[in-house]
């Protein structure tokens, strides 16, 4: 996968900004791109950039639940608009570990999809970050029998599961 | 410690000349008191804190690393 030569100069001040902050924070690590969360749009156009923090003993890093990768990520992207005009979603990512924390997250919803269909009653999931709640959602987008709303409020918002049809008595 | 809190602050304000970060160690640890041009307190903060926690949390994992603790202040 290339980044088109037009968010190339994006997507190295990203690479910098994050290896910079590894180094302070002393980190020896590697940055590459990361193809699971680089998305180009139909006419060639980077619409999120991806990077993977790649080293040993990173698990620090990633923290209870992903929250300091968060940190970083949110870090990285406001020095990101600080320096460029340009607003391109930055995804950071710890040894593959949020790939595959999605990868299990597809394979839920699918799972709980196929259960609230059978049961005919909605389900609610535990809450989950922003990011997760919209794996859920893109993941059941299209799903014939069920829908998905998010309700709460801050760090308890979670995704709730709902057959499509609900039977009349 | 310092060198940390130092380039993101100076990142993501409008005055980096006017960002001053002063290091005490004590029994307890490392404490790092941050000073801003007044303007720029808010993009230190963020909203409900939300940057400044961003801030502590990557420098507990570089004090985790150096089995020390670390506290910011920000003045």
Redesign the interface.
């Known amino acids: 996968m290339e980044i088109p030569e037009e968010q190339s100069e994006i997507y190295e001040t990203a690479k910098g900004i994050l290896e910079k902050l590894l180094e302070l924070m002393d980190l020896p690590a590697t940055v590459t791109l990361s193809e699971e969360f680089t998305s180009i749009d139909e006419e060639g156009n980077t619409t999120s950039i991806g990077l993977n923090i790649e080293g040993e003993d990173l698990g620090i890093l990633i923290g209870r639940r992903g929250q300091t990768m968060v940190s970083l990520q949110h870090i990285v992207r406001l020095i990101m608009t600080h320096h460029t005009e340009e607003r391109l979603p930055i995804v950071l990512d710890v040894e593959g570990y949020k790939q595959r924390r999605c990868d299990g997250l597809r394979v839920l919803a699918m799972r709980l999809a196929e259960q609230v269909n059978t049961r005919k009653m909605p389900f609610a999931m535990e809450p989950m970050t922003p990011f997760e709640r919209r794996v859920i959602h893109l993941a059941l987008a299209d799903h014939p029998d069920v829908m998905t709303e998010s309700t709460g409020v801050g760090d308890s918002r979670k995704v709730v599961i709902t057959p499509k049809k609900i039977p009349h008595y | 410690m310092k060198?940390?809190v130092e380039?993101?602050a100076k990142?993501?304000v409008n005055e980096p000349d006017a960002v001053n970060i002063e290091e005490e160690t004590n029994d307890e640890g490392i404490t790092l008191k941050l000073t801003v041009a007044d303007d720029d307190k808010g993009r230190i903060i963020g909203k409900q804190g939300?940057?400044a926690?961003?801030?502590r949390?990557?420098l507990r994992?570089?004090a985790?690393?150096?089995q020390t603790r670390v506290r910011l202040e920000i003045m």
């Open positions: 060198d940390l380039y993101i990142s993501i939300q940057i926690q961003a801030m949390t990557l994992v570089k985790a690393k150096a």
